[in-house]
């Protein structure tokens, strides 16, 4: 089910509704059953695989817990091996089956297998990452082993968080199943706030953007480099308002029933150096590597060419989980490679900065980092959105070929007509970027939650009318999904 | 009750008390906020109306009023609810007890077959776009009421005529299927003349009981949608249709006085190049399950040889017509199956002695992907048609001959 659908529309206030009017004891059953009815919108059979990782990792957590020495270690390894089996078999065999046939062929073995075509289970890699999660909480001695079978199923399948993250620790979410949340009136309003705005960024922004987005990508070679580089700044904020809108949505249901998720993503766009930038998007899964892959490998304690190596695993794992691809793996590995080059020449930065006198315009220093940070996040997503690797080199290629042309054609990028789509549209494209940038321009101190309630009540409801009349005349109901939902 | 127990069951009856305060709250603020806001929806919806859901009746009749007093109609859009205006045209013939000699039943792809083909014969074009069997059943029935059925009747063939569901999983949209189990959902004005047809031919009636009750719900349903409240705002001027003495115009749709259109208005504006993508596109998405037996559903195969030798049997002439497809869409559609829709055609033609004309495939016309013969990948241009019409004039001038003299010499006076 998505959250941009009417079947949602109707699903959530009526489990919101049955969830408070039931007694306590009975409401994680009440999720329970709705997680599972929200799972099985997509494809109903796949709620079995789901189930079967559901049903190791219980089992597993509680052996870990009982067992002592290497038991604990074996029952760690058979859960992992197992978890991750099933996201191999479902999302990587293929790209492992093609990659073998492709090296076969350049070695002239006569050698080839069949595809499976096999459709991967919606949200599979972040429940999987949940589960893992769990498990391995559970052997660090950091979290006990959940004995109802029921508030663990909960805890991997709740749904507003099921399909898309975040990523969240049993730490932070099992123990919420417990407690009794009762009807709080600000706290809802906030929820529906939230879940209002995340609405308005996915169906307006961006599915609008969407719209140029598919258009210029899907057909790289029709268009010139100023409109290439155009689409992947749209694609920038497209993807970024697209999965923020998830989680916002995500965030917000959870919290009218009175449940806490973490927080993914803190104006990323406003990084001031790439490891910020990750301090700031899809903070939940960036958080998840540090911890059970960065640290477990060395982390920073170890020396330079180890910590670089530990970093560059960890983004290029990080491309990997993200799609079964090699433009995902090279999207990981630039990453990776941003951050050791940021790491390496950061002393080099610093006495750079101090010889150019940059304390003396430290809002212009900032800026200049902030459009750095932000041309190399750009420079990746083409290899995230490129239907194919040669596609996100011709990209690359072309757009550098405007870079390099003379300033004046870099009005030519701004104000581009070769889109084909009407300029109405393109308008409005900048405007609702203009209108996300200057909200989150608001927020860098505090959020825009807090800052509501201080403004007249006339405005406060003008601005929640326009919010939601925006998304009636603006929003794209075409049943869109979330990009992250194919992860 | 021990004095604890008490203040206990006192705070959770306070609590709960706060809690439906504030539940209360929370419904009446929600309540200030989207009410004005479905209301708005709904008066937007209702009064511009955009696809002619609620003035349906008037409208369609107008414009059936309009065509039969040898009017074209100018207006904005395509009109949608296509079926509803067939139905109205068709019940005006009866109220002129006048019936045209010559009819297309048929789609978008057979729309620019006009009165030009058919010098001195009344004639009348009832392309459904998107249209079906079950469209040709409903036209055939909704004549049988008239009690007079046309002399000549072509009906053009696509390669959706008689597909079921598997038509929604590939490009076409057969029109209104909400639901792919259900075989066919056609337009409600069409829906006594289907269920008459049915009877005249003898056919079993296709699954979908529910289908007035869907499609008013549907209709409601429109009234809170944000699409058509979306549409609604960008058509807001809408130009309600009217008569014009143009054959086509640049900036509206222009529905003529024999029922014929023009699929694009602007056709010198027609890049090969573009259309020749659009083509590929098409093709990758749909090779496999568009000329072949995936899309022939056995029922509606034989509820077509059924119509077929009703019409026959009735003594009406019968063509089949088949408007080429884009020669790149043809060539890769071609490779992943056999052009099997044409073959039972062919097989069907010679025993019931119907001639078909035209072909699916683009190269017996010697059309190329070079010139622009096409709108997209399967709207041929009227030059196409007058092509094929031309190759064929001599089989048609017979059949006229054959069929419509004697039907002449009995016919009443008047019609247009």
């Given at each position: 089910?998505?959250?941009?659908?009417?079947?949602?529309?109707?699903?959530?206030?009526?489990?919101?509704?049955?969830?408070?009017?039931?007694?306590?004891?009975?409401?994680?059953?009440?999720?329970?059953?709705?997680?599972?009815?929200?799972?099985?919108?997509?494809?109903?059979?796949?709620?079995?695989?789901?189930?079967?990782?559901?049903?190791?990792d219980?089992?597993a957590g509680?052996?870990i817990e009982?067992?002592?020495?290497?038991?604990r270690q074996?029952w760690l390894v058979l859960s992992i091996i197992?978890t991750c089996?099933?996201l191999?078999?479902?999302?990587?065999?293929?790209?492992?089956?093609?990659?073998?046939?492709?090296?076969?062929?350049?070695?002239?073995?006569?050698?080839?297998?069949?595809?499976?075509?096999?459709?991967?289970?919606?949200?599979?890699s972040f429940?999987t990452f949940q589960s893992l999660s769990y498990v391995i909480e559970v052997y660090w001695g950091k979290q006990k082993a959940?004995?109802?079978?029921?508030?663990?199923?909960?805890?991997?399948?709740?749904?507003?968080?099921?399909?898309?993250g975040p990523i969240e620790r049993p730490q932070h979410l099992l123990?919420?199943?417990?407690?009794?949340?009762?009807?709080?009136?600000?706290?809802?309003?906030?929820?529906?706030?939230?879940?209002?705005?995340?609405?308005?960024?996915?169906?307006?922004?961006?599915?609008?953007?969407?719209?140029?987005?598919?258009?210029?990508?899907?057909?790289?070679?029709?268009?010139?480099?100023?409109?290439?580089?155009?689409?992947?700044?749209?694609?920038?904020?497209?993807?970024?308002?697209?999965?923020?809108?998830?989680?916002?949505?995500?965030?917000?249901?959870?919290?009218?029933?009175?449940?806490?998720?973490m927080q993914n993503?803190n104006?990323p766009?406003?990084a001031?150096s790439i490891a910020e930038f990750w301090r700031r998007w899809h903070i939940s899964l960036s958080t998840w590597f540090k911890d059970y892959v960065y640290i477990p490998l060395g982390g920073n304690r170890v020396g330079y060419s180890r910590h670089a190596a530990n970093l560059f695993i960890t983004f290029l794992i990080s491309g990997l989980w993200h799609?079964?691809?090699?433009?995902?793996v090279?999207?990981g590995a630039?990453h990776g490679g941003y951050i050791v080059c940021g790491l390496t020449?950061r002393?080099?930065?610093?006495?750079?900065?101090?010889?150019?006198?940059?304390?003396?315009?430290?809002?212009?220093?900032?800026?200049?980092?902030?459009?750095?940070?932000?041309?190399?996040?750009?420079?990746?997503?083409?290899?995230?959105?490129?239907?194919?690797?040669?596609?996100?080199?011709?990209?690359?290629?072309?757009?550098?070929?405007?870079?390099?042309?003379?300033?004046?054609?870099?009005?030519?990028?701004?104000?581009?007509?070769?889109?084909?789509?009407?300029?109405?549209?393109?308008?409005?494209?900048?405007?609702?970027?203009?209108?996300?940038?200057?909200?989150?321009?608001?927020?860098?101190?505090?959020?825009?939650?807090?800052?509501?309630?201080?403004?007249?009540?006339?405005?406060?409801?003008?601005?929640?009318?326009?919010?939601?009349?925006?998304?009636?005349?603006?929003?794209?109901?075409?049943?869109?999904?979330?990009?992250?939902?194919?992860? | 009750?021990?004095?604890?127990?008490?203040?206990?069951?006192?705070?959770?009856?306070?609590?709960?008390?706060?809690?439906?305060?504030?539940?209360?709250?929370?419904?009446?603020?929600?309540?200030?906020?989207?009410?004005?806001?479905?209301?708005?929806?709904?008066?937007?919806?209702?009064?511009?109306?955009?696809?002619?859901?609620?003035?349906?009746?008037?409208?369609?009749?107008?414009?059936?009023?309009?065509?039969?007093?040898?009017?074209?109609?100018?207006?904005?859009?395509?009109?949608?609810?296509?079926?509803?205006?067939?139905?109205?045209?068709?019940?005006?013939?009866?109220?002129?007890?006048?019936?045209?000699?010559?009819?297309?039943?048929?789609?978008?792809?057979?729309?620019?077959?006009?009165?030009?083909?058919?010098?001195?014969?009344?004639?009348?074009?009832?392309?459904?776009?998107?249209?079906?069997?079950?469209?040709?059943?409903?036209?055939?029935?909704?004549?049988?009421?008239?009690?007079?059925?046309?002399?000549?009747?072509?009906?053009?063939?696509?390669?959706?005529?008689?597909?079921?569901?598997?038509?929604?999983?590939?490009?076409?949209?057969?029109?209104?299927?909400?639901?792919?189990?259900?075989?066919?959902?056609?337009?409600?004005?069409?829906?006594?003349?289907?269920?008459?047809?049915?009877?005249?031919?003898?056919?079993?009636?296709?699954?979908?009981?529910?289908?007035?009750?869907?499609?008013?719900?549907?209709?409601?349903?429109?009234?809170?949608?944000?699409?058509?409240?979306?549409?609604?705002?960008?058509?807001?001027?809408?130009?309600?249709?009217?008569?014009?003495?143009?054959?086509?115009?640049?900036?509206?749709?222009?529905?003529?006085?024999?029922?014929?259109?023009?699929?694009?208005?602007?056709?010198?504006?027609?890049?090969?190049?573009?259309?020749?993508?659009?083509?590929?596109?098409?093709?990758?998405?749909?090779?496999?399950?568009?000329?072949?037996?995936?899309?022939?559903?056995?029922?509606?195969?034989?509820?077509?040889?059924?119509?077929?030798?009703?019409?026959?049997?009735?003594?009406?002439?019968?063509?089949?017509?088949?408007?080429?497809?884009?020669?790149?869409?043809?060539?890769?559609?071609?490779?992943?199956?056999?052009?099997?829709?044409?073959?039972?055609?062919?097989?069907?033609?010679?025993?019931?002695?119907?001639?078909?004309?035209?072909?699916?495939?683009?190269?017996?016309?010697?059309?190329?992907?070079?010139?622009?013969?096409?709108?997209?990948?399967?709207?041929?241009?009227?030059?196409?048609?007058?092509?094929?019409?031309?190759?064929?004039?001599?089989?048609?001038?017979?059949?006229?001959?054959?069929?419509?003299?004697?039907?002449?010499?009995?016919?009443?006076?008047?019609?247009?």
């Amino acid at each position: 089910m998505l959250f941009n659908s009417l079947a949602f529309l109707i699903f959530f206030p009526a489990v919101t509704g049955l969830y408070f009017l039931l007694p306590h004891p009975f409401r994680w059953l009440l999720l329970l059953l709705a997680s599972c009815a929200f799972y099985m919108a997509f494809i109903p059979v796949y709620i079995f695989i789901l189930f079967m990782t559901i049903l190791i990792d219980y089992f597993a957590g509680i052996q870990i817990e009982k067992a002592q020495g290497r038991g604990r270690q074996f029952w760690l390894v058979l859960s992992i091996i197992s978890t991750c089996a099933v996201l191999f078999v479902f999302k990587y065999c293929d790209f492992f089956i093609i990659n073998v046939n492709g090296a076969a062929r350049v070695l002239h073995w006569n050698y080839s297998m069949k595809l499976m075509h096999i459709i991967l289970p919606i949200g599979l890699s972040f429940h999987t990452f949940q589960s893992l999660s769990y498990v391995i909480e559970v052997y660090w001695g950091k979290q006990k082993a959940e004995h109802n079978f029921g508030i663990y199923a909960l805890y991997v399948m709740f749904y507003p968080q099921l399909v898309a993250g975040p990523i969240e620790r049993p730490q932070h979410l099992l123990h919420q199943f417990y407690e009794q949340h009762v009807f709080e009136y600000q706290r809802v309003a906030d929820g529906l706030k939230l879940m209002t705005w995340g609405m308005f960024k996915k169906v307006v922004i961006a599915d609008r953007l969407a719209i140029f987005v598919n258009h210029v990508y899907n057909r790289p070679g029709d268009f010139q480099g100023s409109t290439l580089l155009l689409a992947t700044v749209f694609f920038a904020f497209q993807i970024y308002c697209d999965f923020s809108g998830y989680s916002d949505i995500a965030l917000g249901s959870a919290q009218v029933m009175g449940f806490k998720l973490m927080q993914n993503f803190n104006r990323p766009y406003f990084a001031k150096s790439i490891a910020e930038f990750w301090r700031r998007w899809h903070i939940s899964l960036s958080t998840w590597f540090k911890d059970y892959v960065y640290i477990p490998l060395g982390g920073n304690r170890v020396g330079y060419s180890r910590h670089a190596a530990n970093l560059f695993i960890t983004f290029l794992i990080s491309g990997l989980w993200h799609g079964a691809n090699w433009t995902y793996v090279i999207w990981g590995a630039l990453h990776g490679g941003y951050i050791v080059c940021g790491l390496t020449t950061r002393a080099w930065r610093e006495r750079l900065a101090l010889y150019c006198g940059w304390a003396r315009w430290p809002a212009l220093h900032k800026t200049v980092q902030i459009g750095c940070t932000f041309a190399l996040v750009c420079l990746s997503w083409i290899f995230f959105r490129a239907n194919s690797l040669p596609d996100a080199l011709f990209i690359c290629r072309r757009i550098f070929i405007v870079l390099h042309s003379v300033p004046g054609d870099w009005l030519a990028v701004v104000f581009d007509r070769s889109f084909g789509l009407p300029r109405r549209e393109l308008a409005l494209a900048y405007a609702l970027i203009a209108v996300l940038l200057g909200i989150q321009w608001i927020q860098r101190r505090t959020h825009i939650r807090d800052v509501l309630p201080k403004f007249p009540q006339p405005l406060r409801w003008a601005m929640y009318f326009t919010l939601l009349l925006s998304i009636a005349c603006l929003g794209v109901f075409g049943q869109n999904q979330f990009i992250y939902f194919q992860f | 009750m021990p004095i604890h127990q008490q203040s206990k069951i006192g705070e959770q009856c306070q609590r709960m008390n706060q809690e439906y305060k504030d539940l209360l709250r929370m419904l009446k603020k929600l309540a200030w906020l989207l009410v004005p806001m479905l209301l708005l929806v709904v008066v937007v919806n209702y009064y511009v109306d955009p696809g002619e859901l609620f003035y349906r009746r008037q409208v369609k009749h107008a414009v059936a009023e309009l065509l039969l007093q040898g009017h074209n109609v100018l207006s904005d859009a395509i009109p949608s609810e296509w079926g509803d205006l067939q139905a109205d045209v068709i019940r005006s013939f009866a109220a002129r007890r006048s019936v045209p000699d010559v009819v297309v039943w048929g789609t978008s792809r057979s729309s620019e077959i006009s009165q030009t083909f058919f010098p001195g014969e009344k004639f009348f074009n009832h392309a459904i776009p998107g249209g079906s069997v079950f469209d040709y059943v409903a036209l055939y029935g909704l004549y049988q009421h008239l009690g007079r059925l046309p002399g000549l009747v072509i009906i053009s063939i696509d390669p959706w005529t008689f597909c079921g569901r598997k038509a929604v999983t590939i490009d076409r949209t057969l029109y209104f299927i909400p639901d792919p189990d259900k075989l066919l959902d056609i337009q409600p004005g069409l829906e006594s003349g289907l269920a008459f047809g049915l009877h005249q031919i003898q056919a079993v009636k296709p699954r979908s009981g529910s289908r007035r009750m869907t499609a008013n719900i549907r209709r409601v349903g429109n009234l809170l949608s944000l699409t058509y409240f979306q549409s609604a705002l960008k058509n807001w001027r809408l130009r309600r249709p009217q008569s014009t003495e143009k054959d086509s115009d640049a900036d509206g749709f222009v529905l003529r006085c024999d029922g014929s259109y023009a699929m694009c208005r602007d056709t010198a504006a027609i890049q090969p190049a573009i259309i020749t993508e659009t083509a590929r596109r098409f093709a990758q998405v749909a090779k496999g399950c568009f000329l072949g037996s995936s899309v022939m559903v056995t029922d509606n195969v034989e509820m077509f040889r059924q119509l077929v030798t009703a019409l026959r049997h009735g003594g009406i002439g019968v063509v089949f017509y088949l408007a080429p497809i884009h020669p790149v869409a043809y060539d890769l559609l071609i490779q992943s199956e056999p052009n099997q829709i044409e073959l039972f055609l062919h097989d069907l033609g010679t025993q019931q002695d119907i001639p078909v004309i035209g072909s699916f495939n683009p190269h017996v016309y010697h059309l190329d992907a070079d010139r622009p013969w096409f709108v997209d990948q399967y709207h041929p241009v009227r030059g196409v048609v007058e092509i094929i019409m031309g190759v064929h004039a001599h089989e048609l001038t017979q059949l006229s001959a054959i069929y419509l003299q004697p039907q002449r010499t009995s016919a009443p006076s008047g019609g247009r």
